[in-house]
C-alpha cells in the first residue's frame, strides 16, 4: 500500500508540472512512479496509466504531439529499468519472461482469484489446510461468473472501504468539493478516483491498497473542500478550522491508544476504530518461536505440523532462495520427511506444531498432538 501512494503521489504530482512548464526531471518522476505501481499492483498500474492519459487529452486534442513526445521521452526511458526488473523476476520466479508469479500462484494454488468474469481458478497443487481454507474461501466469494446487477451492486457496497483515507470530520470537507466538479480539472480527480474504483470493482475482493495509488487524489478533494468552506460567509473560516482541530484531535487520540494502551485496553476499543486501524500484537505467536531459532546456532529445517483445527494462518514461507535460507520451513509429511532431512543433512531438524497453546518448537522427532502435554 504505502509503495502504491508513492507512486501515485510522483505521478499527480508531476502531471501539473509537466503541463505547467516542462522539465525532464518532472518527466522522470512520472516515469519512476508509473514503474513503481506496475511492480506493486500490476492490476491497477492500468489505472494509473489511464488517468495520465486522460490528463493529457487536452493536449492530443489540440495534437500538440511534440509537446507530449518532449515529456514522454524521459518518463520512458526512467520506466524502462522497472519494466527490466519485471521481466527479471517473471524469468526467476516462473520460468518465463512474460509470466507473471500472480499467475503462476493462481495455477499452482487457485489463489489469487481470477477477476469476476471469469470463472473460478483450479489449483493444480495439492494444498495445505491454510491454502485450501484460502482457496475455498476465495472461490466463495467469487461466486458465479459476473452480472452487470452484480458488479454494481459490488461497488456500492465498498464505499465504507473508503473511510480508510478519511477521518469523519474529512468526510464533511468532502461534501464542499462536489461544487467544484464543475471546472475541468476538478472533474479529472474525480474519474480518476472513479477510475480505480470501477476498475477494482472488477476483482471479489476490496483492500484500500488496491487504490492506494490514488490516495493523493482522495486526500486532495477533501483539502480542496476545506478551502472552499473557508471561503464561505459568514463562519466558513471558523468551520473549517474545528474541522481540522477534530482531524487532529481524531489521529492523536487512536495513536495514543496504539502507543501507551495494553491488550485489555486494545480489544474493548478495537470495535470502534475506524478504517486505518493499525496492527498490534503477535496472536500467532510467530515471534518468540522465531527468537528462538535466531538464538540456536546453525542452519535449521523445520517441519510444520498442523492440527485438524488449523484456521487460515499459513506458517510455511520461505526464500526464494531455498538451500541458502539458514531455516527452511517444510509441510510435516510423516514417512516422507526422511528424503528432505537427507537433502539438508547438515540442518537441525525441528517440529514446529503451531495450532498447540501456545505454539511450540521442538527437537524432530517428535509425537505430539493437539491433546497432548510436553513436559
Known sequence: GPVSAIAGCLVYGALPRIRGRFLARDSVALGIGIG???????????????????????EL???????????AVPAVLALLPFAGLQLLQDRAVTGS??????SLSRYEYGVPTTFTFEPNATPHAELTQSQQLYYEGQAMVHGPTDTVAAYLERIGSRAGFYRFFYSAPMLVALVFFLPLLGESRYKWIALTCVLFAAGSGLYPYFFPQYVAAATSLLLLAAILGFERLSQWKPGGRRAARWLLILCVAQFVFWYGIHWQGDEGIFRAMVRYETGDGINYGDLQGRIAINRKLDAAP?????????FSTHGYSEWIHNGADIDSARVVWALDRGTENGALKAAYPDRKVWLMEPDAIPPRLLPYPAMHGPFEDVE
Open 61 to 71: 486534442k489540440r495534437g500538440e504531439w511534440r509537446r507530449i513526445g518532449r515529456a
Open 36 to 58: 513503481l505501481q506496475m511492480l506493486t499492483r500490476p492490476y491497477e498500474s492500468l489505472f494509473l496509466d489511464a488517468s495520465v492519459v486522460l490528463f493529457f487529452l487536452p
Open 97 to 102: 519472461w512474460t509470466t507473471l508469479p500472480y
Open 298 to 306: 546453525g542452519r535449521h529445517l523445520v517441519f510444520v505440523r498442523y
